[in-house]
């Protein structure tokens, strides 16, 4: 295959660039019809609805996608028939647009397609108010919006049947993708000096944030297409490769020795470069299986690995023979090498699974895990909580509308809607993450605006526009996900261009745009400093002991699977996703509160609380992926001191005073026992630390309640 061929089908199964492409396709050709029935004005409005159509947009399957698009084009309809009799009356449509954004907010606690749907109608009606002055009539922005956004519904849905497992392919790939970065960054630790393992753990539990994201968004996607036993050879295939992915990463998570001692230790630079490249080797390998994937092709493994792995099992027996080396170092590195033959055939595997000859698509009645449904009173009582994140960011956000549409109204700003969509954009539930979308938002509009003074002077042609118009949205779909600075710089030259081709090119629109979007990012800001500020400090107690329960949960069903339960079933997987999620919020935490306004001591603890849960989960992990049997009280000691310190934090008492866990002296020459042993050692310190640090967690949440 050429090279050309290669990167053309490397771009067409690219996510961003597919999606993109549906845009583009319907965008393209509505403009065309517009501009060859001198429609232009009308054919940018129906552009206008298959944008906001596009960022509604969530992955179903085919059936529940038309019934998701009927659905939206109901509410598109109603919203901007409602802002198109109402907006010039103020007194009604300010608290009208108030309350129905506060509704639309929550409606996102029914789940993504909800909170999508509650998005794109906030935004189409944005788009209504910001056109409505340009509007010939009272029907002619609702019929045209809904439209646009129909038309691209109706082609996103012709796709969806042709390619209906496309959107898997996608994000199991980008599962492999996330874990070979993982691999390739703990692959460092075997060759960096110690000064640099506090960077490396810090990226590596960047990668495990991603990871364990994209794990959990290629369940979801799975979920959404699995019917009981109604499954075909290739969604049969897909699951397994989900399946395969996740045991790899418990592989790759685990923790057999500490790297610093190992250093220490074992002063075979030979050895540990084997280490190294043999864990690169894995890495580039399922960055290899993902590509497979994603471009429908049969993976093949390169034949290195299994040279490597034979190379560096006999230079550690070589070296053992030449140092004697004790067994405390040579057990754990026996396991470690285990760990990475199995990383290697499940690649192996892989490759039968890829190679669509059908012989690896049975199932043993392998499942996924589901929500438990609860009833709407359930759910709405949950949402009607102050303390709600999703509650906190609808009042917010309200508020801020309001405070956007009085200056628009007292300032007479009949095109002054753009605050209001800036506010849209940048306002997020948590703070740091508005504070991102803010720089990204500000810089993205200047640039955008920058660009766009001298391009509406070296293209004044309607067909030049036009064709600016749909680059602009081409690119701004293949950014929005990865490069969001990029992306609001081209979605601004679009929503400039499109305005002035419906009829706004009489006016002056770059400046007053500008000083909206300062405006707007002024008022989110305010909003998410003062308007109930989600600190993330104050969710350090509850994310704690949700760590805390569900490492226990994951000690408690490791040593189950020791006991004789049938390997990686549904419990067992469940308790690891839910102890790997927990850690993932912990990080996140501490990712967060690195930019919020909060002293270095809150920053140090969030750090060594997720810090040491990490480990401790690492340490989990080497004992989960080879299963073999666990002493009761390996398992209850810690269990106890974590179950205990979780239930403190929850109800918001102090932690009871106990002596810490002890070690366990090993009398065994048994490789086993002395693995376990030593991981039971290292875990008890860690559980020890994370003890002491929950009740200083408790004391310091009780007091920045009190501030």
Known sequence: MSSVSQWLRRRFTDSHFFFALKVLLAMASLLLAGWWLEQVPAAVTLCLGAMAGALSETDQRPGRRLGQLLLGLLCFFAAITGVTALIDTPWLFGPVLVLTTFAL????????????????????????????????????????????????????????LAWPYKPVHEQLAQCYFALSRYLLAKSRFFDSPDELHQGLRHQLAQLNI????????????????????????????????????????????????????????????????????????????????????????????????????????????????????????????????RNMEHVHQALLKAERLTARDGSETALSGAELARPAPRSFGERLRALLNPNAILFRHGVRLSICFALGYALITALDLERGYWILLT?????????????????????????????????????????????????????????????????????????????????????????????????????????????WPDWQRRHLPRLLADAMEANAGYLRAISRQAAGAPP???AYRIARKQAHLADNQLAQAWQNIRVEPVSKHWLNLCFEIAYRNHTLLSYLSALGVHRQGLPDHFVDEPNQRLCTAADALRRGVPLPAQPPLPAMVNNSEDEWQILTHQLHNSMALLVNDLYQLAGGVREDAQAAVLE
């Open 105 to 160: 907010i929550l409606a996102g606690a029914w789940g993504q397609a909800a909170g999508k749907l509650g998005f794109g109608t906030l935004l189409v009606s944005l788009y209504a108010m910001q056109g409505h002055a340009d509007s010939p009539g009272f029907w002619y922005q609702p019929l045209l919006l809904t439209a646009g956004a129909a038309w691209y519904g109706l082609l996103s849905w012709l796709v969806l």
């Open 210 to 337: 991603q990871l364990v994201n994209s794990l959990e968004l290629s369940k979801q996607i799975l979920n959404r297409r699995l019917h009981g036993d109604e499954r075909d050879p290739e969604l049969a295939r897909l699951l397994e490769l989900h399946l395969l992915v996740q045991g790899m990463h418990e592989r790759a998570a685990s923790s057999h020795y500490s790297y610093q001692q190992l250093n220490q230790a074992l002063d075979q630079a030979h050895v540990l470069a084997g280490y190294q490249i043999l864990l690169a080797e894995l890495g580039e390998a399922c960055y290899r299986l993902g590509l497979a994937i994603l471009t429908h092709r049969p993976y093949q493994p390169g034949k290195r690995i299994a040279w490597e792995l034979s190379a560096l099992k006999d230079q550690l027996d070589y070296s053992h023979l030449r140092r004697h080396y004790s067994a405390e170092l040579m057990s754990p590195l026996r396991f470690l090498t």
């Open 423 to 531: 506010i849209l954009f940048v306002c997020q539930p948590s703070f740091s993450a508005t504070r991102q979308r803010l720089t990204e938002r500000t810089l993205g509009t200047l640039a955008g605006i920058a660009a766009g003074v001298p391009l509406l002077w070296l293209f004044p042609t309607v067909e030049s526009q036009l064709v600016i118009l749909l680059v602009c949205a081409f690119v701004f779909f293949t950014q929005v996900r990865v490069h969001y600075s990029w992306a609001v710089c081209f979605i601004t030259l679009f929503v400039l261009l499109a305005f002035n081709l419906q009829g706004a090119g009489r006016d002056p629109v770059l400046l007053p745009r500008l000083l909206d979007t300062l405006a707007g990012c002024a008022l989110a800001f305010v909003a998410v400093w003062f308007i």
């Open 568 to 570: 990686e079933n549904l």
